[in-house]
């Protein structure tokens, strides 16, 4: 089989099986609603603990009222108060949040074109008010999924050394498969997010399913490192790929990871499955994805250490 047959066919069954986000399969990819967290030891008692905030005015493909209902859930089970964001990046809007989420931003949503160059989600002075708010104390999530969410938000990602690619971080070509960090392996890293409050929460293994990679300078913490035999894939337009498809080689790219930026604190993940828990459907068969999937047990416990972070309570 040719390249590009076996590269559309790779596409296509990694968008079935796994449900990950394209203009084609977006509408079967569903937030899972039987998935029930537990959290053994809460932070905070309920509705007591620091305000998250997640964005829902950029066009966002998961917002708490919908694919990232889990991420709201699993948080709220932790004393944080979770509220959803509907307006335009202002000072007003972030002086009450401790944390402020941003998950798949997308100028157009769900109309879209989802082709390269992508065009930005954020106006250059939301950008500015988010630089200077988490300079002055605030903590921010940012996710950008593959193509072309890392395109909408290269912008933002580059105020805090991260270099987007609004691409594919894949196996191969012609090998569908998960991509699990572990410490084993050094993919993933030795930090206080993967040490967690006590023994107990240490983490092991996490999943994350496709997404891009993304390049960083120091003092950027990568947690994620992503395998040096992957590559990036960059064609003009999601899911479409032959054989003069650009590509990058992922060695030496992360995947998610941390930094201090003046008074405040900053994640970058390039995966958004792996913070929720989602369901995609193909055949009369239901298949999950993100913290409800067999291969991701710990990450419930990754991404609750990630806020305990991002909110002050474990230092590095």
């Not at 890293?189 to 300078?217: K, L, M, N, P």
């Not at 490192?225 to 498809?245: G, H, N, R, Y």
């Not at 992360?254 to 958004?272: H, I, L, T």
Request: proline fraction near 5%; charged fraction near 15%.
């Amino acid at each position: 089989m040719s390249r590009p047959c076996l590269l559309l066919c790779f596409a296509f069954c990694l968008a079935s099986s796994f449900g990950c986000v394209s203009t084609h399969a977006a509408s079967s990819q569903n937030a899972d609603g039987q998935w029930q967290p537990v959290v053994k030891n809460p932070e905070y008692p309920n509705r007591a603990g620091p305000v998250i905030l997640v964005d829902a005015a950029h066009g966002n493909f998961h917002t708490i009222d919908g694919r990232f209902s889990a991420f709201a859930k699993l948080l709220r089970l932790d004393g944080y108060r979770v509220h959803s964001a509907n307006a335009e990046v202002t000072p007003e809007l972030l002086a009450g949040a401790t944390v402020f989420v941003i998950s798949n931003a997308i100028r157009g949503g769900s109309g879209a074109e989802w082709t390269a160059p992508t065009p930005a989600a954020f106006a250059p002075g939301e950008i500015e008010v988010i630089v200077d708010w988490v300079g002055s104390g605030g903590s921010l999530l940012l996710i950008a999924d593959h193509m072309p969410f890392p395109g909408a938000t290269a912008d933002l990602a580059s105020e805090f050394g991260v270099g987007f690619f609004n691409g594919f971080a894949m196996k191969s070509a012609h090998e569908r498969e998960l991509l699990s960090f572990a410490r084993a392996s050094g993919l993933l890293a030795d930090h206080a997010i993967t040490r967690g409050r006590s023994e107990s929460e240490s983490i092991e293994t996490i999943t994350s399913f496709t997404g891009q990679a993304f390049s960083f300078t120091p003092p950027f913490e990568q947690l994620m490192q992503m395998p040096d035999d992957w590559v990036v894939l960059l064609p003009a337009k999601a899911w479409e790929f032959d054989e003069s498809t650009p590509m990058v080689s992922a060695k030496g790219l992360s995947q998610g990871g941390v930094v201090r930026y003046g008074s405040g604190r900053v994640a970058v993940f390039g995966e958004a499955a792996m913070f929720t828990a989602q369901t995609s459907q193909k055949d009369g068969v239901v298949r999950s994805m993100g913290l409800n999937h067999p291969s991701a047990a710990e990450n419930t416990q990754f991404v609750l250490n990630l806020m305990h972070w991002l909110t002050g309570l474990l230092e590095n």
